[in-house]
């Protein structure tokens, strides 16, 4: 199958998937997160917001601003198909994109990338090599390679398999957690 293909067939996949499921399994991903080494030992976390078929990303937020973390969040330009990160510390004033994300407008801080220490990194399909196919945008290929930071991205277990070989524009996360495993 070509990647567009295995998108396609996992966001309909997510789709599928309870409220009860959803909840459940989340909470035992997000514990993973923050029992990791590199949770603890970050002080500046990039996130995006997620989307009604991700893992939450606002309970990982609101625990960061618990903990003093600084969260970063981007924001896309489709035109040059690159991101902007900026520094947020409340859900007020966000915009919704034409793809139904939300991001942080221009009333935010812009944040320096170098200083991010960990990177919760967005995706729909995952391999054991750890390798991602994201939304098809090749936003978060380009941006990896830029950062030092720890990458990990956050799944449900039947995301992660060995159906889709990687090309040479995709770039590794350090780490997939999964409710039942770490890849």
Do not use: C
Request: proline share 3%; charged share 30%; glycine share 4%.
């Amino acid at each position: 199958m070509l990647k567009k293909e295995l998108r396609s067939f996992m966001l309909n996949e997510l789709k599928k998937l309870s409220i009860d499921f959803k909840n459940h399994y989340t909470q035992i991903i997000h514990n993973k997160l923050f029992a990791t080494e590199s949770w603890s030992n970050s002080k500046n976390i990039s996130i995006t917001l997620s989307t009604e078929l991700e893992i939450d990303t606002y309970a990982i937020i609101r625990k960061a601003w618990e903990q003093g973390k600084n969260v970063s969040v981007p924001a896309t330009d489709v035109l040059t198909k690159s991101m902007t990160f900026y520094n947020i510390n409340s859900f007020d004033n966000l915009k919704t994109t034409k793809f139904g994300i939300k991001e942080p407008d221009e009333n935010h801080e812009e944040s320096k990338i170098e200083n991010f220490d960990l990177i919760i990194v967005p995706g729909v399909y995952f391999n054991k090599r750890k390798y991602r196919i994201g939304y098809g945008g090749g936003y978060y290929d380009r941006f990896l390679p830029k950062v030092k930071a720890t990458k990990i991205s956050l799944a449900y277990d039947f995301q992660v398999d060995e159906i889709f070989v990687e090309d040479k524009f995709d770039y590794p996360v350090d780490t997939i957690i999964t409710e039942v495993s770490e890849y």
